[in-house]
């Protein structure tokens, strides 16, 4: 059963998000976004450190992080809360591998030694973590991945390649899965490491994309060297290591508002520029089409609203995940086309010169990988099939 109601406790802390973010991010919205327009993908601009320390004075850069560990320890519906007030406010939000990935499996499998040593730079955002799990022939099928790792000494020396690394030109460090038992069946003999990627025999080289941005890379170790002090949990045992997370934003809520937020800005700039040559909104297919995009981003919330209701029910949304990302990605490009119709031939133009600043043309282009990257959608309807409707595997 979904509860669209916040009890007594919600409520006051969902008042106290909104007026955090009232006192603490408004009054600077203006600047990061100008800021932000001439970053770089993985940089922090000033105004953005400056947000990020806030968020960190009330444990709020770590919500789901027990807060023995720095974070806020926030219940299921106060992390659903937070993401979901500071998504209304287009307020940036804590995430990435760091916080959503490296963090958590320190957290619960890492040594406390290696808990002192990570936790507080990731939570103070002096570092930047990537995660090195896919590799050109080991992409859904994770676990046939090939890097190796041999024991030699008190270390372990590391030979392979990962690809799709988002942001390892950039990056401090790496959660690092690699063969360590090439005779064992492929989910085991693998093991979880965190590297340092300034270690020597580690270099990347970049991935543009269609969309002429440079987010990801290929990176290749030859020769490096891991001590054994950087295992995280059992060697061999990295498998269950890769599947170690905290529930964090796993209904999507802030996907699904940022998409409705998206379709309103498409009807607000059709609006404003009608009758000018700027917009086709005067089409009937096009009022029609926008209307379908806004119909579809409420039914994605509903669905981010049934997973942390069950969240809240002590129950772990399986399949209910696939949907979320399922759809989202797909409708995601869906919003994507339907503005670059409604801008017409300026839909392809970029630049900042640019009607919406180019903004479409882009994100028209970016939104094809959306339905490959992180799970492709064949992946999450085998998974909707299998676990969901209980259809026998193909």
Not at 24 to 32: A, G, I, T, V
Request: with cysteine; glycine share 10%; proline share 5%.
């Amino acid at each position: 059963m979904v509860d669209f109601h916040d009890n007594n406790e919600e409520a006051e802390f969902r008042t106290e998000v909104k007026s955090f973010i009232q006192n603490e991010f408004q009054p600077r919205r203006s600047k990061m976004r100008d800021e932000a327009r001439s970053a770089q993908p993985f940089d922090r601009p000033p105004t953005q450190r400056e947000w990020e320390k806030e968020l960190a004075d009330r444990g709020w850069i770590a919500p789901a992080w027990p807060k023995q560990y720095g974070g806020a320890g926030l219940s299921v519906m106060q992390q659903f809360i937070f993401n979901e007030e500071m998504a209304e406010a287009r307020a940036p939000r804590p995430g990435g591998i760091a916080i959503g990935m490296a963090g958590p499996t320190i957290i619960t499998i890492g040594t406390e030694e290696q808990q002192e040593e990570h936790l507080p730079p990731i939570l103070s955002g002096d570092v930047i973590w990537c995660q090195g799990y896919s590799e050109p022939g080991s992409g859904s099928d994770l676990a046939s991945l090939q890097t190796r790792a041999v024991k030699d000494g008190d270390d372990f020396v590391v030979n392979g390649q990962k690809i799709w690394t988002s942001g390892a030109h950039k990056s401090d460090w790496m959660i690092l899965l690699a063969r360590t038992d090439p005779d064992a069946p492929k989910h085991k003999g693998i093991t979880y490491f965190v590297l340092d990627m300034h270690s020597p025999g580690v270099s990347t080289r970049p991935l543009v994309n269609m969309a002429g941005t440079h987010e990801f890379n290929e990176v290749f170790f030859e020769d490096v060297r891991i001590p054994q002090r950087n295992v995280l949990g059992e060697v061999n045992r990295g498998w269950y290591g890769a599947v170690t997370t905290l529930d964090f934003e796993r209904s999507s809520i802030g996907s699904a508002v940022g998409m409705q937020q998206a379709v309103e800005d498409i009807v607000r700039y059709a609006k404003e520029n009608r009758g000018t040559g700027l917009s086709s909104v005067d089409r009937r297919e096009t009022q029609l089409a926008l209307t379908d995009r806004y119909i579809e981003t409420q039914t994605a919330r509903m669905i981010s609203y049934r997973i942390v209701s069950m969240q809240n029910q002590g129950l772990i949304p399986n399949h209910e995940a696939s949907m979320a990302k399922l759809f989202a990605m797909e409708l995601n490009q869906r919003i994507q086309s339907t503005a670059i119709k409604v801008l017409g031939l300026h839909g392809q133009l970029q630049g900042k010169n640019a009607p919406r600043r180019g903004r479409h043309s882009y994100g028209f282009i970016r939104s094809i990988a959306n339905t490959i990257e992180g799970g492709t959608s064949e992946i999450q309807r085998n998974i909707i099939a299998t676990r969901g409707l209980g259809l026998p595997r193909g």
